[in-house]
């Protein structure tokens, strides 16, 4: 099944500064997660999105971040104030047809 | 609450030889199980799943993986390894009837040898 692309593939930004992730499915989907994983540390789900509302949010996912599909395909993920912590690959991923998900190629985050 | 737990941090195994990984989870009910794979710089590919039925499942590239409910575990096989085989392999467990969120584990980097 077709999977999703990530842009850019890498953002470098300053502490401080307001960052945008974008993940744009190949075809119509209704739900799609956000995870990330932090330099050698395992993947941790940060919220899921299903049918233009957030459906689930981790203890991670406060209030700087938030998610929104504003012209109904590309979907993205907003740091507002990033911080040095913030630095990790960022994964969006879609479900599929039976519960499974399918994850793109990744953000690589660099807050400096 | 899940989790899912991956005993082995790193594996190195001969080419040609077998691998087995291990993964153990803890759930209340029945869970959806993945195995992930993830080679480096790249994006997380599902290699196989497990929701019901038949407890030894097939997936890409000749991995297999077999759910033990009795053990919690559902570790992945693979008969033969190829060198392109090298990468971290991840367990995740999901909520059963659900979209929900994926738990995963800690990872296994796998290495081979020639």
């Known amino acids: 099944e077709p999977e999703v692309t990530q842009t850019p593939s890498h953002q470098v930004t300053q502490m401080g500064q307001e960052v945008i992730l974008r993940c744009v499915p190949i075809s119509n989907h209704l739900y799609f997660y956000w995870y990330r994983q932090i330099l050698g540390q395992k993947v941790e789900f940060l919220v899921s999105f299903y049918n233009n509302e957030i459906s689930e949010k981790s203890e991670i996912f406060d209030d700087q971040f938030s998610v929104e599909r504003p012209d109904g395909s590309n979907f993205t993920l907003k740091i507002r104030s990033t911080k040095l912590e913030d630095s990790a690959m960022y994964f969006c991923?879609?479900?599929?047809?039976?519960?499974?998900?399918?994850f793109g190629p990744g953000t690589r985050l660099t807050v400096t | 609450a899940q989790s899912v737990t991956q005993p082995d941090i790193h594996i190195t195994v001969s080419e040609g030889a077998s691998l087995e990984l291990r993964c153990n989870y803890s759930?209340?009910?029945?869970?959806?199980l993945f195995w992930y794979v993830q080679s480096p710089g790249q994006g997380l590919q599902l290699l196989l799943k497990?929701?019901?039925?038949?407890?030894l499942v097939q997936g890409i590239k000749g991995f297999e993986a077999e759910f033990k409910r009795s053990q919690s575990s559902f570790n992945l096989r693979k008969p033969s390894v190829h060198w392109s085989d090298a990468a971290e392999y991840f367990c995740a467990v999901g909520a059963q009837d659900s979209w929900g969120k994926l738990q995963f584990g800690a990872g296994t980097q796998v290495v081979v040898t020639p």
């Open positions: 759930y209340g009910a029945t869970p959806y």
């Open positions: 497990y929701f019901s039925g038949d407890t």
């Open positions: 991923a879609r479900g599929g047809m039976r519960y499974e998900q399918y």
